[in-house]
């Protein structure tokens, strides 16, 4: 049996998609993000310019802001050699302005010593136990806080006074009186919960395995030798050992790097990068700087994805819900072209965001049928679709009732001419009277078939231009 591997240097990479409600202006946004977090839009676009189309990037649509570094402490009896480390860890806020944003935590292992389940116990603690994981922080210029985690921080700190700024911007008269607001308590949660689109937030995990000991020498060998240990930590899974050797090289049967110095695999909300065992092989020395410039070839293209994933979800999750609306009540047909329009705006933006570069757009490619985005893309068509037929449905309700009331108008004009008329000659209120009788029930029936008539023959018609057709 092949000894078990050992990491001695790895990133674990937590990305943290939500929704912002509504749409903004980035540049306006940048103003009002907290000093003491900071950010540096420099690093970021150069992240960003290596994987998106240039001309895509100076709409000002989406930007990519590094904000201000921490340090995070993992505390866990199992986990004791990370227990009194005090870990590097950069954080990343991707900004979309149809109101979607991805924060990327980069956590840094270096120098450690850890089993292939010490690796998956720390992966599943910041994934499955997020919320409640003992993994602490403290800024630069602060102590080490024990009261809050990581995910308290991201969210108290970044999600949710974003999203409050955001939504409620055009009711308190801009982003930074509303953020205003939210830090005076002033913006109940509920409420902002109400007006999101997507509720929710999604915890993606990427791990990228830089250094360990193994007799391997390249990186193919690790691959066949390890696929039981590497489909481990791809998966998270505990019962690693149990899996069959075919079916974790199964697993690892795509990899999406172009090189010989890194393979990259992907499943459902999980990516794993790992480096090859003879680096110098492929740049002499490999440095820190080559880590982390490769590592970014692939965290910003899967950061992308995300975004997508997140921009589409809460399309699709705002779209069945006012659609639930619609049919509880009578919305008038522009309020529903409205929100179609709306919705094909937000798939326009989805479709704008282009890669230029590999192996950015095999990445992506390959992400948008694992993170079945695809399939979210063709549920919003369809449910279009039905929109549309809804929307010829209420034109076609809102036109016939105004035909009854301009009939009825009409036809009362006509009723009052004709009693008069009759009474003229007759001078018989009886006969003005009953005359006035058969003729409103003559225009209700001429109404009532000609109604019928003029629907019959638009399906006839419609046949008949499908038989042409085809």
């Known amino acids: 049996m092949t000894d ?31 000093k003491e977090q900071g950010y540096d839009e420099k690093k970021g676009e150069e992240m960003m310019r290596k994987v998106v189309d240039p001309s895509y990037l100076e709409q000002k649509k989406s930007a990519l802001l590094k904000l201000a570094d921490l340090k995070v402490k993992i505390v866990d009896d199992e986990l004791r050699e990370l227990n009194d480390r005090e870990l590097a860890c950069e954080l990343y806020l991707l900004l979309h302005n149809i109101g979607i944003a991805v924060v990327t935590v980069w956590i840094h292992l270096d120098n450690v010593s850890l089993s292939i389940d010490q690796i998956i116990k720390v992966i599943k603690m910041m994934t499955e136990k997020f919320r409640d994981a003992k993994c602490f ?18 969210t108290n700190s970044i999600v949710v006074p974003l999203q409050a700024a955001i939504i409620f911007k055009n009711e308190y008269g801009g982003l930074d009186k509303a953020l205003d607001e939210w830090k005076e308590r002033k913006i109940a949660g509920r409420d902002l919960r109400k007006k999101l689109r ?12 830089r250094k360990y000991n193994c007799s391997c020498k390249t990186l193919k060998e ?8 590497l489909v481990g930590i791809l998966t998270g899974s505990d019962e ?7 079916t974790a090289e199964n697993m690892l049967k795509i990899d999406l ?11 459902p909300d999980h990516f794993l990068g790992i480096f090859s065992p003879s680096l110098n092989d492929y740049c002499k020395p490999y440095e820190e700087g080559d880590y982390i410039s490769r590592e970014e070839d692939f965290i910003v293209p899967i950061e992308l994805a995300v975004l997508m994933e997140m921009m589409i979800s809460a399309y699709y999750f705002y779209l069945t819900e006012k659609m639930e609306m619609y049919s509880e009540r009578n919305a008038p047909p522009s309020e529903i072209v409205l929100l179609r329009k709306e919705i094909e705006e937000g798939l326009d933006e989805y479709y704008n965001i282009v890669t230029i570069e590999e192996p950015a757009i095999t990445i992506i490619k390959h992400a948008r049928e694992i993170l079945r985005i695809s399939e979210g893309v063709q549920a919003i068509k ?9 929307i010829r449905t209420r034109y076609e309700e809102e036109t016939d009732k105004k035909q009854l009331i301009l009939t009825i108008l009409f036809g009362f004009v006509g009723v009052l001419q ?21 003729f409103s029930m003559a225009i209700f029936i001429i109404y009532k078939y000609y109604s019928s008539i003029y629907k019959y023959c638009n399906k006839i018609s419609s046949y008949i231009s499908r038989l042409f057709r085809k």
Do not use: C
């Open 4 to 34: 078990e591997m050992k990491v001695t240097g790895a990133d674990l990479i937590l990305m943290i998609s939500f929704d912002l409600g509504d749409i903004f202006e980035i540049e306006n946004l940048k103003k009002i993000l907290p």
């Open 222 to 229: 690790v691959v066949k030798k390890h696929s039981k240990e």
């Open 198 to 209: 997507y509720k929710g937030i999604r915890v993606y995990s990427m791990v990228f395995i």
């Open 257 to 267: 790097s172009l090189t010989k110095d890194i393979a990259f695999f992907m499943i």
């Open 418 to 438: 004709v009693i008069g008329v009759v009474w003229e000659l007759t001078k018989s209120f009886e006969q003005a009277f009953s005359w006035g009788i058969v």
């Open 382 to 390: 369809e449910r279009l679709s039905v929109l549309d037929s809804y």
């Open 137 to 154: 922080i403290k800024k630069s210029t602060n102590i080490l806080s024990q009261d809050t985690n990581l995910y308290h921080y991201i």
């Open 240 to 246: 690693w050992k149990q899996y069959r050797e075919s």
